[in-house]
């Protein structure tokens, strides 16, 4: 799990900086609270990067599972 921490927080980071101000100061105006900025701003536009660190996740998992598989049965 630590082993990839370092990377996929920098995709989160470098995600988070893409996304337009704007869309905060919009839904600011609109009384949106911090809440709701983060489920109607946030997630959707952390859509494809939160699906692209859990695949990376997966593909990892694989190419480990012969060592652990390696170590349970010694």
Request: hydrophobic fraction near 55%; include cysteine.
């Amino acid at each position: 799990i630590w082993q990839g921490f370092g990377f996929e927080t920098v995709i989160f980071l470098a995600a988070l900086q893409s996304i337009p101000r704007e869309l905060y100061e919009a839904a600011m105006m609109d009384g949106a609270n911090a809440w709701q900025r983060f489920r109607a701003v946030t997630l959707p536009a952390l859509r494809y990067v939160i699906g692209f660190v859990y695949i990376y996740g997966v593909i990892g998992s694989y190419q480990v599972f012969d060592q652990v598989f390696v170590m349970r049965c010694v």
